[in-house]
């Protein structure tokens, strides 16, 4: 199952079944076509905060000359960095490089702490795509990466939320700029797999429903240009496409 969150004509925020095969979505007994100009496609999930998870993907870690962590690496994305599918992005200027970093993102469906890895799914809602945005030159500079990760927009999700069951184990993750592939990996290759991050992250935070926890992207991040538009595809959720404009 598939679900989509949007703004409807009179501006009203709705969330309902979404079907792929005809782009629509029902909510109070009627259907919206998400292509509408008059609806608005809104991120899959409003998050409290976004759990990002550096290095999950050893050839990242290759690219980037970092060494891969023995335990998760995280961060953290607050709200203002979400951006929706089809929205333009603006990115921080005078900066040298703001790359783009395609990742499979889980959206959590229940308030939660404390969670056994065998028992991690059961709090997961679906999965999503999200572009972990990066201000490297920030990056670069501080510890914290509030420069670096947590700008307006650094978070673009969507365009659907899906049910664990539509999303492959081995679901292959995508990214293409200006239609040009530039990441092309799948789940299987993540150090650490979506239940452990779970754990690990529930020892220490309390989750809320919405939260999201973005798992890692694989090599192939490179920098964006004013104007590009970027797509990412994960295998069984479908393709978030957002445009790049830098001041």
Request: aromatic letters at 6%; hydrophobic letters at 35%.
């Amino acid at each position: 199952m598939y679900r989509a969150r949007f703004r409807d004509p009179a501006g009203s925020i709705r969330e309902g079944e979404y079907d792929p095969a005809t782009d629509t979505v029902a909510f109070g007994g009627e259907e919206y076509a998400l292509s509408d100009p008059d609806i608005d496609v809104l991120a899959p999930t409003d998050p409290s905060k976004i759990v990002c998870i550096g290095r999950n993907y050893a050839d990242h870690a290759e690219e980037l000359g970092n060494d891969v962590p023995d335990r998760p690496l995280l961060f953290l994305k607050p709200p203002n960095a979400v951006a929706s599918h089809g929205d333009t992005v603006t990115v921080p200027a005078g900066k040298d490089r703001i790359d783009w970093e395609a990742e499979l993102a889980v959206v959590i469906g229940e308030q939660c702490k404390a969670v056994d890895a065998a028992d991690a799914m059961d709090v997961v809602a679906g999965f999503t795509c999200m572009n972990d945005v990066s201000n490297r030159d920030d990056q670069n500079r501080e510890q914290n990466w509030v420069r670096g990760k947590a700008f307006d927009g650094a978070a673009p999700l969507g365009p659907v939320l899906a049910t664990p069951d539509e999303v492959p184990t081995d679901a292959g993750v995508e990214l293409r700029v200006n239609g040009e592939t530039k990441q092309s990996s799948d789940r299987e290759h993540m150090i650490f797999d979506v239940p452990t991050l779970i754990e690990e992250i529930t020892t220490y935070l309390t989750l809320e429903p919405g939260d999201a926890i973005a798992t890692g992207t694989p090599e192939g991040v490179g920098a964006l240009a004013d104007g590009d538009t970027v797509e990412v595809e994960v295998e069984g959720v479908g393709t978030l496409e957002h445009d790049v404009r830098i001041p």
